[in-house]
T-cell receptor, first 113, second 111 residues
Framework: DTEVTQTPKHLVMGMTNKKSLKCEQH?????MYWYKQKAKKPPELMFV???????INESVPSRFSPECPNSSLLNLHLHALQPEDSALYLC????????????FGQGTRLTVV | TQLLEQSPQFLSIQEGENLTVYCNSS?????LQWYRQEPGEGPVLLVT?????EVKKLKRLTFQFGDARKDSSLHITAAQPGDTGLYLC???????????FGTGTQLKVEL
């Protein structure tokens, strides 16, 4: 199983809503990542988890709150987002943070209205 | 500051043509990866190069890492419509833990 599964695939939310993005992998990887990607642009790193602990936060606004409940799951909790936060949100995993070959999920297309 | 610059930014070619995409930086990377991304999907890893001067082949795709580990190229022979997508290089520095993505090359191969 070399898949990273993200749900939902599409999400439309209002600026006052609270929603969560979910990511799951069963490859035994101990590093998991959240990226944000705008149209026609490369992915931008948001968060890195290493052995279920947050190791990198790329100065992401607090309206994005990551959570790693266990080694297979990664969540991104969303609250009070702005329309400019609309983007493709990608989850990725790698064996550890020292092995940067990353497997990406299909992404969640988020639209904030 | 974008550490990895890709060229060209856009490329539209006919089926059967050859092409080369470049990924350049002033920084040294311990490893460099190439990904392809199709619309609405996540990037898919194509290859990782780690040694200066290394050349890897994946069917019609040839990847090269520069001797100084600052640049890389991707050459596609006899391009096919299925090669269409966004090609991204990504570099890791030092002890890893963070990939820096290149600016991307959007390739379109037409019949």
């Amino acid at each position: 199983d070399t898949e990273v599964t993200q749900t939902p695939k599409h999400l439309v939310m209002g600026m006052t809503n609270k929603k969560s993005l979910k990511c799951e992998q069963h490859m035994g990887h101990r590093a998991m990542y959240w990226y944000k990607q705008k149209a026609k642009k490369p992915p931008e790193l948001m968060f890195v988890y290493s052995y279920e602990k947050l190791s990198i936060n790329e100065s992401v606004p607090s309206r994005f709150s990551p959570e790693c409940p266990n080694s297979s799951l990664l969540n991104l909790h969303l609250h009070a987002l702005q329309p400019e936060d609309s983007a493709l949100y990608l989850c990725a995993s790698s064996m550890t943070v020292r092995f940067t070959e990353a497997f990406f999920g299909q992404g969640t297309r988020l639209t904030v209205v | 500051t974008q550490l990895l610059e890709q060229s060209p930014q856009f490329l539209s070619i006919q089926e059967g043509e050859n092409l080369t995409v470049y990924c350049n930086s002033s920084s040294v990377f311990s490893s460099l990866q190439w990904y392809r991304q199709e619309p609405g999907e996540g990037p898919v890893l194509l290859v990782t190069v780690v040694t200066g001067g290394e050349v890897k082949k994946l069917k019609r795709l040839t990847f090269q890492f520069g001797d100084a580990r600052k640049d890389s190229s991707l050459h596609i022979t006899a391009a096919q419509p299925g090669d269409t997508g966004l090609y991204l290089c990504a570099g890791a520095r030092g002890g890893g833990n963070k990939l820096t993505f290149g600016t991307g090359t959007q390739l379109k191969v037409e019949l």
